[in-house]
């Protein structure tokens, strides 16, 4: 079945530790993206990449990173400069710049700190 | 950036009636979309209208979009237990760089009672 797999389902981090959220595309989308979500809010917009090797920055980038050396991957660096790092992470893929299509997402990274 | 407001942020309802949500935004728009989210889970397309429909249906949903108002409604006819929910509205923006980026509402809270 095509979908987004994201892993891990929960991510514990340590002070000072980055550490990387896991996002694959079997739908051939050329399109991802990565949504922070806290507590009864609705989501923002992090990184988003159109192509491979290329990736903007979205809304509240800071304290991340991304790479994209893959169509299907694209996975996310919390690191130690984003103080306040506990959310629900989303990743969801797309067709970019067709742009009356729908995202499709995963089921999310829910991460916090120890 | 939060693209504007839904309304209301909570609405329980019993089973069989009819459930209204509410999304405003702020710029001129491609199309708007909403999406439902299980707790604890990834979010789901519902349905998408572009910015020169007034009004779509599908299954036992009806999206209508006022653009001269900047805003959209979301009708849930004959509610089901299943249909608890959170909705979002989410928006793409007009013009050729908007590269189908979403911008969230914050989302309405969807309690059925059996």
């Known amino acids: 079945d095509g979908g987004i797999t994201q892993s891990p389902k929960y991510l514990f981090r340590k002070e000072g530790q980055n550490v990387t959220l896991s996002c694959e595309q079997n739908l051939n989308h050329d399109a991802m993206y990565w949504y922070r979500q806290d507590p009864g809010q609705g989501l923002r917009l992090i990184y988003y990449s159109q192509i491979v090797n290329d990736f903007q920055k979205g809304d509240i980038a800071e304290g991340y990173s991304v790479s994209r050396e893959k169509k299907e991957s694209f996975p996310l660096t919390v690191t130690s400069a984003q103080k306040n790092p506990t959310a629900f992470y989303l990743c969801?893929?797309?067709?970019?710049?067709?742009?009356?299509?729908?995202?499709?997402f995963g089921d999310g990274t829910r991460l916090s700190i120890l | 950036s939060q693209q504007g407001e839904e309304d209301p942020q909570a609405l329980s309802i019993q089973e069989g009636e009819n459930a209204t949500m509410n999304c405003s935004y702020k710029t001129s728009i491609n199309n708007l979309q909403w999406y439902r989210q299980n707790s604890g889970r990834g979010l789901v397309h519902l349905i998408l209208?572009?910015?020169?429909?007034r009004e779509k249906h599908s299954g036992r949903l009806r999206v209508t979009l006022d653009t001269s108002k900047k805003s959209s409604s979301l009708l849930i006819t004959a509610s089901r237990a299943a249909d608890t929910a959170s909705y979002f509205c989410a928006t793409v923006a007009a013009g050729g760089t908007s590269y189908g980026k979403l911008t969230f509402g914050q989302g309405t809270i969807l309690t059925v009672h059996p």
């Open positions: 969801a893929s797309g067709t970019g710049g067709f742009v009356n299509q729908p995202q499709h």
């Open positions: 209208i572009r910015s020169n429909e």
